[in-house]
């Protein structure tokens, strides 16, 4: 590790061409990121930022192995996608844990910022969308959300670009098992032929699993945050200007795989 009073912001390497710990990971920088409203200063603001920035950073590495899972699953690679989707799942157990950090906020304390956010919102988290939009949620209204340069255009990318279920699809077809897009009739024989002869097919069989595991550990994060929005806030309105608890509370059916939910059903 070189000297540290020869780092500069944005230098890869100290004077001597040694790349250092700071430098690489860019952490001046990264902690020159922190910057709380409140005045006077809110003791639980900082937490409130390093929270959100920590799920921005997490959301960030999420769509980048989300993007790779479909790729490997067009390339007809099970073993990458369900690789990479275990690490997601990881990821996604870190989020829901993640929730208890800020829940020791109390909410008295965190009145003393929250009229500063107003109307910010994790409601316009563009990579929260990304990964529905990959995941199969495509909304297109949320584009109107988009208040940061450039994010718009890339989630109107994304509503173009295949979902995970279009690369799972894909994956069944090659195997002979028909999945044509509007024939629910012969797409539910096809997964109920998987899911009847493991054997046959354990590769997708089990890379189905993986994939009600991303839609499960998703929903836990939607009805954990709700649990702890109506712990800090209760019944108020969100930032956002949604009626707060009773909207996420729609959100709760929302599911990426509606069709591994429903092959249960009929095993
Ligand atoms: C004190 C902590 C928090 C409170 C009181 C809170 C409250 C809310 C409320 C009321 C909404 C509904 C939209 C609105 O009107 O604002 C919302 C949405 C949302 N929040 Fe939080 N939140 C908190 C922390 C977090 C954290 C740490 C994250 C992590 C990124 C997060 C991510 C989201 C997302 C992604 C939505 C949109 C959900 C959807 O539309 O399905 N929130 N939050």
Redesign the pocket.
Known sequence: MGDPTTRRMGQVSDEEGQLSYGSYLKVPELLALQAPLSKPPAHDELL?II??QA??LWFREMVFELEAVRDAMFEGDAHRARHLLRRIHSIERLLIEQ?DV?ET?SPQD?LQFRSNLSPA???Q?AQ?REIEFISGLKEPRFLDGATEPGERERLGRRLEEPTLWEAFRSMLESSGLPMPEGDDETCRTSLLKMARDRDAFADLWYLSEDLLVHDELFSLW?QR?IL??ER??GTK??????S??P??RT?LDKRFFPDLWELRSYL
């Open positions: 409130f929270v959100h799920f921005e929730l800020i906020m965190f919102s994790g409601f988290s929260f939607r945050h702890m929005v800090q806030i309105r969100g930032t956002g200007g949604s707060g608890a909207y996420l959100t």
